[in-house]
C-alpha cells in the first residue's frame, strides 16, 4: 500500500461582483496571493435576473468574477474584498464563498486551486 498519497485541501468557488473595469485589478491582486484560477464576465444587470436591482446596486454595468479557491487561502481572499475593494471609490465590490464538495482528479484539483501551501493543514 503506498503511503505518500498527496492530501489535497476543499476548495470552494468564489463569486465576486465589482464595479466594470475593477475585476481586471482584483484578479491581480487574487493572483498574487495564489490564488491561480480566476474567470472575469461582463455582467449587465446580471443576467436580467434583476439581482442588481435586488442588491441596491446603483450601477448595473458589473464585473463577475468567478475564482477558484483553497480553504487556506478562502478567509484571505475573502478580506481583499471586504477591506480592500468594498469601500474603494471605483470598487464597491462584494463576495461569496460556495463549497465545491465534489472534484474529479486531484491533478485537476491542483491545477484549479494552485499548489498547495508548505505546511497548510488539510481538511
Known amino acids: 500500500m503506498n503511503n505518500n498519497r498527496k492530501t489535497y485541501e476543499r476548495i470552494n468557488l468564489m463569486l465576486t461582483i465589482c464595479r466594470r473595469g475593477v475585476g481586471d485589478k482584483i484578479i491581480e491582486d487574487l493572483r498574487e496571493m495564489g490564488v491561480t484560477y480566476n474567470m472575469a464576465a461582463v455582467g449587465e444587470s446580471l443576467g436580467g435576473l434583476g439581482l442588481v436591482d435586488f442588491l441596491g446596486l446603483e450601477d ?19 478580506a481583499l474584498i471586504e477591506y480592500g475593494y468594498s469601500e474603494h471609490p471605483d470598487g464597491a465590490a462584494f463576495a461569496a464563498l460556495v463549497p465545491i464538495e465534489g472534484v474529479s482528479g486531484p491533478l485537476v484539483l491542483e491545477y484549479i486551486a494552485g499548489p498547495m501551501d508548505s505546511g497548510a493543514d488539510a481538511d
Open 60 to 78: 448595473a454595468q458589473r464585473d463577475l468574477i468567478l475564482s477558484v479557491v483553497c480553504t487556506s487561502k478562502a478567509e484571505r481572499a475573502m
